[in-house]
C-alpha cells in the first residue's frame, strides 16, 4: 500500500469527482425529460443553465479530478512516496484547481454562465466565470509539474534506467496536457477576460474559436490516455499476463502527442474562416490518430488472446469464455472498450467533410460523445473505483459491493445502448442538439423525427432514467467503499493496485527521449496552425461585442 499522505491526496481528488458526477448526472437526466416536453424547469432555472452544469462538471471536473487521482496513486506505486517538495506542489496544484471549479459552478447555478461547456464567443459570461477557469487549468499545470518533478527526481536516482509504463503514460499525458492548454489560455487571458471585464469592446470570434478547438480536441485525448493507461497497464494484470510490448506501448503514447493536436480544425468545418486547404491538411492528420488507436487494439486482442489460450482455449474464438468475466473490475473495462468500436467509428465519420455536414450540431453529436467520452472512458473509471478507493480507504471492496458494481455497469450499459441509439438516429434525420424540446411549432416534418420506437425523445428519456439510477449506485458504492464498508484486517481481504509487469529489454532508448517528441509536436503544431492564425489576427473581421443570450 502506498504512503498514507499520497492516498490522501488521492481521496481528496476522488471526493470532488464524485460530487461533480452527482450533480452532473441529476442535470442529465433532467434534459432527458425537458426534450422529452415532460418537465417545465421553473423560471429561475434555465436549460441552457444545466446543460452547462452538465457539460462541465461531467466533461471538465469529474474527469480531470478522478485523473489526478489515478495518477497521483499510480506515480506513487510506481515511483515512490512523493518527497515534500512534491507533496506541497501537489496539494497547492490541488487546492487551486479547486478553487477555481467552485468559482465557475457558482457562477453556473447563480446564472451568469450559460455559455455551455465551450463557451464560444460572443456569448458572454461573468468576467469571474472565465477566471475561475484560468485559475482551474493553471491548478492542473501545477498539479501537473508536481508530478513532473516527482518523475524526474526518480530518473536522477535511477540514471540510464527507463521509467515504469505508468509513469511513462503519465508523464506522456501531462505533456499533451501542458501544451493543449496553451490554447485555452490565451483565449481566456487574452480574448475573454478582457472583454468580460469591460477593458476591450469587441472579441474576435474566429480566433477564439480556434484557440478554443486547438486546446478541445488534445482535452478528448487527455480523457481517453488515462483510459487508456488501464487498459495497457492495468487489464494485463487481471488477465495474468504481462505488459504486451513495452516498446509499442510507449509508441502509441508518444504518437497521440504528435496526432491529437494539431487538428482542431475538424471541429470547425463549418466555419467560413478557415480555408479548405487548412481544414484539409487538419483532417489528414486527424486520420494519423487511426494508427495509434488500432496498435491499441491490436494490443488488447492479444492480451485477451493470449491469457485464453493460456487457460487452454482453442480455435479462433475460444479464448472469449476464459476471460475473466466474474471480475467486474475487468468486465466493467472490457465493456467501456467494447462501446468504444462503434465510438471510434463515428469519430471518423464526424472528421469526414463531407458527412461532418450531415451531422454536424444535431443529436448525432451527443450520441457520439456519449459513447466515447460517457462510456468507455467514464465506464473504465468506474471500473478503476470499485478497486481505487477500497485501496486508498483500507476498506473491504465486500461481495456484495460486487454484485451491486455489476448491476451498475450492466445499467449503465443498457441505459447508454437505448440512449446515445436514439441520439445517433435522431440527429441523422435532422433534430438538432442543444435545444430544449423543439417540434418547430408542431410542423410535420419535425414531427416525423421522433416517431419511431428507437427514434423518439421517449427512449432516450428512457435510457437517461436508467443511466441516472446506475449513477446513483455508483455514488452508493463509493460513499460505501470510502466511508462505511469494514476496514480489510486480513491480508486476504485488502485489495491490490494491478500493475502489470513489463519488459523492457528490447525498448528503443530514445523513445525516452521528451525533447524529440515536443520537438516534432511543435514543429506539427506549426505547419498545421501559424498561417491560418496569423492570417485571422491579420485580417481580423470587425470583431463582436459580447452578448449575454440568456
Ligand atoms: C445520467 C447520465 C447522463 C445523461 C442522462 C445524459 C444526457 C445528456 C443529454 C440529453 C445531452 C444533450 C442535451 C442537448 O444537446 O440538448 C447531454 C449532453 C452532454 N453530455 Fe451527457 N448525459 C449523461 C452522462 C454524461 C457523462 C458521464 C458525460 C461525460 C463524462 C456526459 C457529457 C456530456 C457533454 C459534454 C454534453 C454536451 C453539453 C453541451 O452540448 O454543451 N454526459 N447529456
Ligand atoms: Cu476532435
Redesign the pocket.
Given at each position: 500500500m502506498i504512503a498514507l499522505q499520497d492516498r490522501k491526496l488521492a481521496l481528496w481528488y476522488i471526493g470532488v469527482a464524485y460530487i461533480a458526477?452527482l450533480i452532473?448526472?441529476l442535470m442529465?437526466?433532467l434534459?432527458?425529460f425537458i426534450?422529452n416536453d415532460q418537465l417545465e424547469l421553473p423560471a429561475w432555472l434555465d436549460?441552457y443553465q444545466i446543460?452547462?452544469a452538465?457539460?462541465v462538471l461531467?466533461?471538465l471536473i469529474?474527469?480531470t479530478f478522478f485523473i489526478f487521482a489515478f495518477f497521483v496513486t499510480g506515480m506513487s506505486k510506481s515511483l515512490g512516496t512523493f518527497g515534500p517538495k512534491v507533496k506541497l506542489v501537489s496539494w497547492i496544484g490541488f487546492w487551486v484547481t479547486l478553487v477555481g471549479t467552485v468559482m465557475a459552478t457558482v457562477l453556473i447555478v447563480a446564472g451568469e454562465a450559460s455559455v455551455?461547456?465551450?463557451f464560444y464567443a460572443p456569448m458572454m459570461a461573468n468576467g469571474w466565470y472565465y477566471v475561475g477557469l484560468a485559475l482551474f487549468v493553471v491548478g492542473t499545470w501545477i498539479s501537473s509539474f508536481a508530478l513532473i518533478g516527482h518523475y524526474r527526481v526518480w530518473r536522477k536516482n535511477n540514471k540510464g534506467q527507463f521509467s515504469p509504463l505508468f509513469a511513462f503514460m503519465t508523464i506522456t499525458t501531462l505533456i499533451m496536457w501542458l501544451i493543449a492548454c496553451l490554447g485555452v489560455v490565451a483565449t481566456v487571458l487574452f480574448q475573454y477576460i478582457p472583454l468580460a471585464f469591460g477593458w476591450t469592446d469587441t472579441i474576435n470570434v474566429e480566433l477564439s474559436r480556434s484557440l478554443f478547438w486547438y486546446f478541445g480536441h488534445p482535452l478528448v485525448y487527455f480523457?481517453l490516455l488515462p483510459a487508456y493507461i488501464a487498459w495497457y497497464v492495468i487489464v494485463p494484470k487481471l488477465l495474468n499476463v504481462p505488459v504486451f510490448s513495452d516498446s509499442l506501448a510507449r509508441l502509441a503514447f508518444v504518437l497521440f502527442i504528435l496526432f491529437s493536436i494539431p487538428v482542431g480544425f475538424h471541429h470547425q468545418l463549418t466555419e467560413p474562416g478557415i480555408s479548405n486547404f487548412w481544414k484539409f491538411l487538419q483532417v489528414a492528420l486527424t486520420f494519423m490518430v487511426i494508427i495509434p488507436s488500432l496498435m491499441t487494439a491490436f494490443t488488447m486482442f492479444a492480451n485477451f488472446e493470449i491469457s485464453g489460450r493460456k487457460k487452454g482455449a482453442t480455435g479462433l474464438f475460444g479464448w472469449f469464455t476464459k476471460l475473466p468475466w466474474r471480475d467486474v473490475r475487468f468486465t466493467s473495462i472490457f465493456i467501456a472498450m467494447a462501446f468504444f468500436i462503434p465510438g471510434g467509428a463515428g469519430g471518423i465519420i464526424n472528421a469526414s467533410f463531407q458527412l461532418n455536414e450531415v451531422v454536424h450540431n444535431t443529436?448525432w453529436i451527443?450520441g457520439h460523445?456519449?459513447i466515447t467520452?460517457?462510456?468507455p472512458?467514464?465506464m473504465t473509471f468506474m471500473g478503476l473505483t470499485f478497486w481505487l478507493i477500497p485501496y486508498l480507504t483500507g476498506r473491504k471492496f465486500t461481495k456484495s459491493m460486487q454484485k451491486l458494481a455489476f448491476v451498475q455497469i450492466i445499467t449503465w450499459s443498457i441505459?447508454m445502448l437505448l440512449?446515445s441509439t436514439s441520439?445517433h438516429i435522431l440527429g441523422l434525420l435532422g433534430a438538432?442538439?442543444?435545444?430544449?424540446y423543439s417540434n418547430y411549432n408542431g410542423h410535420p416534418s419535425a414531427l416525423e423525427w421522433f416517431d419511431g420506437i428507437l427514434t423518439s425523445h421517449t427512449t432516450?428519456a428512457v435510457?437517461?432514467?436508467i443511466?441516472?439510477l446506475?449513477?446513483m449506485i455508483l455514488i452508493y458504492i463509493v460513499v460505501m467503499s470510502m466511508f462505511i464498508s469494514p476496514k480489510a484486517l486480513k491480508v486476504e481481504d485488502q485489495v491490490e493496485f494491478p500493475m502489470a509487469e513489463s519488459d523492457k529489454t528490447h525498448t528503443p532508448k530514445w523513445l525516452e527521449n521528451w525533447w524529440i517528441w515536443i520537438g516534432i509536436a511543435f514543429a506539427l503544431i506549426i505547419i498545421a496552425y501559424a498561417i491560418p492564425l496569423s492570417s485571422m489576427i491579420m485580417h481580423a473581421p470587425p470583431g463582436s461585442e459580447g452578448f449575454k443570450t440568456w
Amino acid at each position: 500500500m502506498i504512503a498514507l499522505q499520497d492516498r490522501k491526496l488521492a481521496l481528496w481528488y476522488i471526493g470532488v469527482a464524485y460530487i461533480a458526477f452527482l450533480i452532473g448526472t441529476l442535470m442529465g437526466l433532467l434534459q432527458v425529460f425537458i426534450r422529452n416536453d415532460q418537465l417545465e424547469l421553473p423560471a429561475w432555472l434555465d436549460y441552457y443553465q444545466i446543460l452547462t452544469a452538465h457539460g462541465v462538471l461531467l466533461a471538465l471536473i469529474y474527469t480531470t479530478f478522478f485523473i489526478f487521482a489515478f495518477f497521483v496513486t499510480g506515480m506513487s506505486k510506481s515511483l515512490g512516496t512523493f518527497g515534500p517538495k512534491v507533496k506541497l506542489v501537489s496539494w497547492i496544484g490541488f487546492w487551486v484547481t479547486l478553487v477555481g471549479t467552485v468559482m465557475a459552478t457558482v457562477l453556473i447555478v447563480a446564472g451568469e454562465a450559460s455559455v455551455l461547456y465551450t463557451f464560444y464567443a460572443p456569448m458572454m459570461a461573468n468576467g469571474w466565470y472565465y477566471v475561475g477557469l484560468a485559475l482551474f487549468v493553471v491548478g492542473t499545470w501545477i498539479s501537473s509539474f508536481a508530478l513532473i518533478g516527482h518523475y524526474r527526481v526518480w530518473r536522477k536516482n535511477n540514471k540510464g534506467q527507463f521509467s515504469p509504463l505508468f509513469a511513462f503514460m503519465t508523464i506522456t499525458t501531462l505533456i499533451m496536457w501542458l501544451i493543449a492548454c496553451l490554447g485555452v489560455v490565451a483565449t481566456v487571458l487574452f480574448q475573454y477576460i478582457p472583454l468580460a471585464f469591460g477593458w476591450t469592446d469587441t472579441i474576435n470570434v474566429e480566433l477564439s474559436r480556434s484557440l478554443f478547438w486547438y486546446f478541445g480536441h488534445p482535452l478528448v485525448y487527455f480523457w481517453l490516455l488515462p483510459a487508456y493507461i488501464a487498459w495497457y497497464v492495468i487489464v494485463p494484470k487481471l488477465l495474468n499476463v504481462p505488459v504486451f510490448s513495452d516498446s509499442l506501448a510507449r509508441l502509441a503514447f508518444v504518437l497521440f502527442i504528435l496526432f491529437s493536436i494539431p487538428v482542431g480544425f475538424h471541429h470547425q468545418l463549418t466555419e467560413p474562416g478557415i480555408s479548405n486547404f487548412w481544414k484539409f491538411l487538419q483532417v489528414a492528420l486527424t486520420f494519423m490518430v487511426i494508427i495509434p488507436s488500432l496498435m491499441t487494439a491490436f494490443t488488447m486482442f492479444a492480451n485477451f488472446e493470449i491469457s485464453g489460450r493460456k487457460k487452454g482455449a482453442t480455435g479462433l474464438f475460444g479464448w472469449f469464455t476464459k476471460l475473466p468475466w466474474r471480475d467486474v473490475r475487468f468486465t466493467s473495462i472490457f465493456i467501456a472498450m467494447a462501446f468504444f468500436i462503434p465510438g471510434g467509428a463515428g469519430g471518423i465519420i464526424n472528421a469526414s467533410f463531407q458527412l461532418n455536414e450531415v451531422v454536424h450540431n444535431t443529436l448525432w453529436i451527443v450520441g457520439h460523445f456519449h459513447i466515447t467520452v460517457g462510456t468507455p472512458v467514464a465506464m473504465t473509471f468506474m471500473g478503476l473505483t470499485f478497486w481505487l478507493i477500497p485501496y486508498l480507504t483500507g476498506r473491504k471492496f465486500t461481495k456484495s459491493m460486487q454484485k451491486l458494481a455489476f448491476v451498475q455497469i450492466i445499467t449503465w450499459s443498457i441505459g447508454m445502448l437505448l440512449m446515445s441509439t436514439s441520439q445517433h438516429i435522431l440527429g441523422l434525420l435532422g433534430a438538432p442538439r442543444r435545444t430544449a424540446y423543439s417540434n418547430y411549432n408542431g410542423h410535420p416534418s419535425a414531427l416525423e423525427w421522433f416517431d419511431g420506437i428507437l427514434t423518439s425523445h421517449t427512449t432516450m428519456a428512457v435510457g437517461g432514467s436508467i443511466l441516472f439510477l446506475s449513477a446513483m449506485i455508483l455514488i452508493y458504492i463509493v460513499v460505501m467503499s470510502m466511508f462505511i464498508s469494514p476496514k480489510a484486517l486480513k491480508v486476504e481481504d485488502q485489495v491490490e493496485f494491478p500493475m502489470a509487469e513489463s519488459d523492457k529489454t528490447h525498448t528503443p532508448k530514445w523513445l525516452e527521449n521528451w525533447w524529440i517528441w515536443i520537438g516534432i509536436a511543435f514543429a506539427l503544431i506549426i505547419i498545421a496552425y501559424a498561417i491560418p492564425l496569423s492570417s485571422m489576427i491579420m485580417h481580423a473581421p470587425p470583431g463582436s461585442e459580447g452578448f449575454k443570450t440568456w
